[in-house]
């Protein structure tokens, strides 16, 4: 795939399923927020994106930020104790206030923030799935749940330009959204596409649909910000949207032909999406990370545990 505007590297991954939102509240245990510094890129006029840095790469959600003298709209919030680093990485650039803050979905590494910023005055908007999930964890800040709630997509004029909220169907996680940013042309896309291979904690179906959303949204200049990973475009998301449907179609034969999860994982379904969606994955990556997606198999398990018959 094409990568463009930025490349970086990521030392955390997203969590499998639902059940792991809790975990990532918490953070990983290899994070070490006290030496992490954050990362400003500009890319539009007013429209800017930081994440954190360890070490070893990029960790944590990337945030976009949107400013201007109505005041920040901020996507995502990464971990509650990089609040701090964030907030000053911010006034490089700009000393408007956070006025409202939207999560592309429920992760702690992209949530986790949400109680400071709203004790410092941001209005929280989300879906009902998402003020669920983060209500679910006992462990969550009341204070950073969802305070606008929205079901269709929801634009707010500000700052001179239009961010549009995209409620899309259950793919990384059953609350996923992306924002799109129209004069800035960015797309903040969420954990629902990135460098390597997916992680399916929706559905595989929901993550094709939400990926066709995507190309539908974004023109031939879009800067698409993955949660995890480089800046990538428009023919990276139709890649990607393609690899998807033509693996679920491989898998979905094998099972028709009987096989088990065992045999269809041995049947390398991916192959030949391997030289294109692991190359250069070290650019990306910790050593975990790479390790855990050193190839197709946990993703092909998604895939198969989805589409093998209910008993």
């Not at 924002?179 to 595989?204: E, Q």
Request: glycine share 10%.
């Amino acid at each position: 795939m094409r990568k463009t505007v930025a490349r970086w590297s990521v030392a955390l991954p997203a969590a499998f399923a639902l059940a792991a939102v809790a975990g990532f509240a918490q953070g990983a245990p290899q994070t070490d927020y006290a030496h992490m510094t954050m990362k400003v890129d500009q890319l539009a006029d007013n429209f800017y994106t930081v994440t954190g840095m360890n070490g070893s790469g990029r960790t944590g959600g990337a945030i976009g930020i949107l400013t201007g003298p109505d005041g920040i709209f901020m996507v995502d919030a990464t971990f509650g104790p990089l609040t701090g680093k964030v907030t000053a990485a911010i006034k490089t650039f700009t000393h408007e206030p956070v006025k409202f803050l939207v999560n592309t979905h429920p992760h702690g590494d992209h949530t986790g923030g949400n109680p400071n910023f709203a004790k410092m005055g941001a209005t929280i908007l989300g879906r009902p799935e998402m003020r669920a999930d983060l209500a679910a964890q006992k462990s969550f800040d009341p204070a950073g749940l969802p305070t606008v709630i929205f079901t269709s997509p929801l634009s707010l004029h500000m700052d001179g330009d239009e961010a549009v909220i995209i409620p899309v169907p259950p793919s990384h996680t059953d609350a996923d959204s992306m924002v799109y940013f129209r004069k800035a042309d960015v797309l903040m896309i969420g954990d629902f596409f990135r460098a390597g291979y997916p992680n399916v904690g929706g559905t595989v179906n929901g993550m094709i649909a939400a990926l066709g959303m995507a190309i539908g949204t974004c023109g031939p200049n879009t800067k698409v910000v993955p949660g995890h990973g480089p800046v990538m475009d428009r023919s990276d998301v139709i890649a990607h949207r393609d690899m998807l449907i033509a693996v679920r179609d491989r898998i979905s034969e094998l099972i028709k032909q009987g096989k088990s999860e065992d045999e269809v994982v041995a049947a390398h379904p991916t192959s030949n999406y391997d030289p294109i969606f692991l190359s250069g994955i070290a650019q990306y990556y910790d050593e975990n990370t790479i390790v855990r997606y050193r190839n197709g198999d946990g993703f092909v398990k998604q895939v198969y545990e989805q589409l093998k018959p209910k008993s």
